[in-house]
């Protein structure tokens, strides 16, 4: 299963939660309580900047269930406004990837 592509858009001193149920093709949640979520935020200027937040768990994880979340000073720690990320699942040297896409934190005008 290829990884789907979604573009996130964040308010300037917001955060970021999401919650996904990782599925196969015919629906059925999968087993993920050996893994960990995560995602990995890369600048669009500089690539070897990557900032990786790990994500939890909803339930046991055996219903494919978790959430990540990115508090708002962690996003404006980044120092950068538009770069790219990736949400995957880790199991030792192993990262099943899930979503990936554009990232934009957009300034708020008064």
Known sequence: MSAA????????????????????????AIDISAKTPRIRITDNVYDETTDTFNGTLTTDGTDGAFTITVSSAQIE??????????????????????????????????
Not at 20 to 25: A, F, G, M, P, S
Not at 78 to 99: A, C, H, M, N, W
Request: charged share 30%.
């Open 5 to 28: 592509k979604y573009d996130l858009i964040i308010s300037e001193g917001a955060g970021l939660s999401l919650s996904l149920v990782y599925k196969d093709n015919a629906g059925t």
């Open 77 to 110: 720690a980044l120092g950068f406004r538009d770069g790219r990320f990736i949400i995957d699942l880790v199991e030792g040297d192993t990262s099943i990837q899930l979503v990936y896409g554009k990232l934009k934190v957009k300034e708020l005008k008064y």
